[in-house]
């Protein structure tokens, strides 16, 4: 029997109760039993690149999968020309179920929440200490996406030959993140690059960062033959340079994990966070809450976190930063 998680709410598929005991009565025979597996590697105006084996296939989603979506980082079923031959097109006809799910809306009230990344494990935030000046609230944005996602957040902070980072990080030292600090000359000897790999072995690491901090040169040193990934990918899809709308997935050199590089975000719409979801990353604190008024916003008189803190069973410095970050979730100029 298929086991099905948290995201349900993404699958189509529905197995009838059996009354009859004995044989599961399932109508559904396994489909497309000659389907390979492949991994999303990007995604342009509905023309799939999916890693299958060794060789990169362009696909389409097939009809029978509706408006589903599929997103980098997706493990998907595709069948017909696997070849990977210029001007074949391939079918997508089954999405694997998801282990975490990266969202954002484009803008706080944009009612639609867009998926942007499936699978990852972890989000890398990446932030310049000095030009363009580190923006803490987006920052906090990132963070408060990465909790409701169920991603680990690693902070990369970038251009520290222009600025040290130790003021920054006061405010997150009761988060407790890893974070990595990298400069000019320690990506010039590799030093920056072999510190990140050793945090991305392993693993799926998403990439975000706003225009200018340093996000692409970063990648580029993490995945040298970037440029003959990314222009395979383009000669297989025939459309040029690659379009920016989408995440590009990336294998690290030895084969040991993945760095999805997004389209460097301006805002990270947070319309869709569920603030229990953002609590459950503070187990020192979730339990605090069962004492909580219905629906309460834990920032509110009545909330019974700050007993939780005087009572001695957290840090005070740990609600602080989780009222901080379910603050970001309401709009302010300049997000
Ligand atoms: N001083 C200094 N400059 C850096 C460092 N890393 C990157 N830069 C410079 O910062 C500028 C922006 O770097 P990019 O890698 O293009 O930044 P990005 O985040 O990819 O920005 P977009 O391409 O606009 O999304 C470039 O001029 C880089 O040379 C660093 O560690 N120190
Ligand atoms: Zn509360």
């Not at 060789?55 to 408006?67: N, P, Q």
């Not at 069973?313 to 302010?332: G, K, N, V």
């Amino acid at each position: 029997m298929r086991r099905y998680g948290k995201h349900t709410d993404e699958d189509d598929v529905r197995v009838r109760p059996n009354r009859k005991g004995n044989r599961p009565r399932t109508s559904i025979r396994p489909k497309h039993e000659d389907a390979a597996e492949g991994f999303v590697l990007t995604v342009d105006r509905g023309r799939l690149t999916v890693l299958v084996e060794d060789r990169t296939v362009v696909a389409m989603k097939a009809r029978e999968l509706g408006r589903k979506g599929v997103v980098v980082g997706d493990r998907v079923a595709v069948v017909g020309d696997l070849s990977g031959a210029k001007d074949t097109l391939a079918r997508i006809v089954r999405v694997e179920e998801r282990s975490s799910v990266l969202r954002r809306t484009a803008d706080d009230d944009d009612p639609f929440e867009r998926v942007v990344v499936a699978n990852a494990d972890q989000l890398a935030i990446v932030t310049a200490l000095a030009d363009p000046e580190p923006r803490p609230r987006l920052i906090d944005r990132c963070l408060v996406a990465a909790y409701d996602a169920g991603l680990e957040p690693l902070l990369v902070l970038t251009k520290s030959d222009l600025a040290p980072a130790e003021k920054l990080m006061e405010s997150y030292g009761a988060l407790g993140m890893p974070y990595v600090v990298t400069n000019r000359e320690e990506l010039a000897d590799g030093d920056a690059a072999a510190r990140v790999r050793e945090r991305l072995e392993g693993r799926i690491t998403a990439f975000v960062g706003h225009s200018g901090v340093g996000k692409t040169t970063l990648v580029n040193h993490l995945v040298p033959d970037r440029q003959r990934a990314t222009g395979h990918v383009n000669a297989v899809t025939g459309r040029g340079r690659h379009t920016t709308t989408s995440a590009l997935a990336l294998p690290l050199p030895d084969g040991s994990g993945w760095v999805i590089d997004t389209p460097g975000v301006r805002s990270f719409g947070l319309a869709h966070i569920d603030p229990s979801r953002v609590i459950h990353a503070f187990p020192d604190l979730e339990p605090g809450t069962e004492e909580c008024p219905r629906a309460c916003s834990h920032d509110e008189p009545d909330c019974a976190l700050d007993r939780w803190v005087t009572g001695g069973h957290a840090d005070p410095q740990r609600l602080y930063s989780l009222r901080r970050l379910l603050a970001t979730r309401e709009r302010r100029e300049g997000d």
